[in-house]
């Protein structure tokens, strides 16, 4: 019985924030459906600066339960700046979290309303986020030969138009790093070896295309690349061979005690502008985070083990800035589902938005 109580806990690490976060999603939608309508004669900037104040409200909502909520400890690296800037924040991808340490540099800058992301093209068919990632400024993108360099370069230019903010976060290696998916690695490997470049260990070959599109697209337009590499403490076994990344679900039930996270801040200056040179780069760059991967995880020295090379800050984020966004989504949605109205407008909004919303994407993303 006792086991059973155990367990029956630790599950329910995991349920409540998954059901808040998604319970949450048709009042949030409604919300920003209401302002999108209201706002269809006023200049865009006026849409843009209140849908990036909603974001920011979901998204520190969101910080509550992967910061505050599982007390995960975050040591900062490098030059994070204090003020937001236009950026490409580009890193390595190992985890569904991924998404989310985008979130945790952004809210330390002012900048969480701000954040848009290069997303791979299935996403788009999530039931309400993928119609509205694409609303916030996400630019869907598929693999190889289907990229489609000309939309993304007219979505890139209509959002510098408009003057909109950007942190537009690329994850270049375009799919996860799993030490226990050997063929991808391998398969990886081998595309850098036959391009004559270096073998990389703990992160992917990157691609170059979406990278080069947003930086030729905004060179005019940016501050600077935030170079970033993050290793999830508690990811290597009892050999010493490095694991699996948390899921999302595993990172709610507090299984990461601690994120690192090495930020690198290249002005845009430093960033050659040919896809051929750019490509070098980029891949440079990634020889770089698989240094100090390989520092991390397979040092001989113990002490080196489990960090990067450095100081770190431990950056504990504030109640104040993600507390009040949990009791105002929930607040509403609990409000919205004491009445038999609210309710069938709460469940309207799930079936209609998400097929509303699939069309949508279907047409336009």
Same mark, same amino acid.
Request: proline share 4%; glycine share 6%; net charge positive.
């Given at each position: 019985?006792?086991?059973?109580?155990?367990?029956?806990?630790?599950?329910?690490?995991?349920?409540?924030?998954?059901?808040?976060?998604? #319970?949450?999603? /048709?009042?949030?939608?409604?919300? %920003?459906?209401?302002?999108?309508?209201?706002?269809?004669?006023? /200049?865009?900037?006026?849409?843009?600066?209140?849908?990036?104040?909603?974001?920011?409200?979901?998204?520190?909502?969101?910080?509550?339960?992967?910061?505050?909520?599982?007390?995960?400890?975050?040591?900062?690296?490098?030059?994070?700046?204090?003020?937001?800037?236009?950026? &490409?924040?580009?890193?390595?991808?190992?985890?569904?979290?991924? %998404?989310?340490?985008? *979130?945790?540099?952004?809210?330390?800058?002012?900048?969480?309303?701000?954040?848009?992301?290069?997303?791979?093209?299935?996403?788009?068919?999530?039931?309400?986020?993928?119609?509205?990632?694409?609303?916030?400024?996400?630019?869907?993108?598929?693999?190889?030969?289907?990229?489609?360099?000309?939309?993304?370069?007219?979505?890139?230019? =209509?959002? +510098?138009?408009?003057?909109?903010?950007?942190?537009?976060?690329?994850?270049?290696?375009?799919?996860?790093?799993?030490?226990?998916?050997?063929?991808?690695? =391998?398969?990886?490997?081998?595309?850098?070896?036959?391009? #004559?470049?270096?073998?990389?260990?703990?992160?992917?070959? /990157?691609?170059?295309?979406?990278?080069?599109?947003?930086?030729?697209?905004?060179?005019?337009?940016?501050?600077? +690349?935030?170079?970033?590499?993050?290793?999830?403490? #508690?990811?290597?076994? *009892?050999?010493?061979?490095?694991?699996?990344?948390?899921?999302?679900?595993?990172?709610?039930?507090?299984?990461? /005690?601690?994120?690192? &996270?090495?930020?690198?801040?290249?002005?845009?200056?430093?960033?050659?502008?040919?896809?051929?040179?750019?490509?070098?780069?980029?891949?440079?760059?990634?020889? &770089?985070?698989?240094?100090?991967?390989?520092?991390?995880?397979?040092?001989?020295?113990?002490?080196?083990?489990?960090?990067?090379?450095?100081?770190?800050?431990?950056?504990?984020?504030?109640?104040?800035?993600?507390?009040?966004?949990?009791?105002?989504?929930?607040?509403?949605?609990?409000?919205?589902?004491?009445?038999?109205?609210?309710?069938?407008?709460?469940?309207?909004? %799930?079936?209609?938005?998400?097929?509303?919303?699939?069309? %949508?994407?279907?047409?336009?993303?």
């Amino acid at each position: 019985m006792l086991l059973s109580l155990v367990l029956h806990m630790y599950s329910m690490c995991c349920v409540l924030p998954a059901a808040v976060l998604l #319970g949450t999603a /048709p009042t949030y939608v409604l919300a %920003w459906g209401a302002w999108r309508l209201l706002s269809a004669f006023l /200049p865009s900037r006026f849409y843009q600066a209140v849908d990036d104040r909603l974001y920011c409200i979901y998204q520190s909502m969101v910080l509550f339960f992967f910061e505050n909520y599982t007390g995960v400890q975050i040591l900062l690296y490098g030059d994070l700046p204090k003020n937001k800037e236009n950026i &490409i924040y580009l890193a390595n991808h190992q985890s569904t979290v991924d %998404w989310i340490v985008a *979130d945790i540099l952004a809210i330390r800058q002012n900048a969480l309303g701000h954040v848009r992301y290069v997303l791979k093209d299935g996403l788009k068919w999530l039931p309400l986020y993928g119609c509205y990632f694409s609303q916030h400024g996400g630019i869907y993108v598929k693999r190889s030969a289907k990229f489609n360099e000309k939309e993304m370069r007219k979505k890139l230019q =209509s959002y +510098i138009n408009a003057g909109t903010p950007m942190y537009l976060v690329i994850f270049p290696e375009g799919t996860r790093y799993n030490p226990e998916l050997t063929k991808v690695i =391998s398969a990886s490997q081998t595309f850098a070896a036959q391009e #004559g470049l270096p073998v990389l260990k703990h992160v992917l070959t /990157p691609r170059i295309k979406a990278t080069h599109v947003a930086f030729d697209s905004m060179k005019n337009y940016l501050d600077a +690349i935030y170079d970033v590499t993050v290793a999830f403490e #508690g990811t290597v076994d *009892d050999k010493g061979q490095r694991k699996e990344a948390p899921s999302m679900a595993e990172f709610l039930c507090k299984e990461c /005690p601690k994120i690192h &996270i090495h930020i690198d801040r290249i002005d845009k200056k430093d960033v050659p502008e040919e896809q051929v040179y750019m490509k070098r780069w980029l891949h440079e760059r990634f020889e &770089i985070k698989d240094k100090l991967l390989i520092e991390f995880y397979d040092s001989l020295d113990p002490e080196r083990r489990n960090k990067f090379p450095g100081e770190s800050v431990n950056s504990k984020l504030s109640l104040k800035k993600t507390f009040p966004s949990f009791l105002i989504l929930s607040g509403l949605t609990a409000g919205m589902l004491m009445t038999e109205a609210g309710r069938k407008l709460y469940v309207k909004t %799930w079936i209609y938005g998400t097929l509303i919303g699939c069309l %949508w994407v279907s047409i336009k993303a």
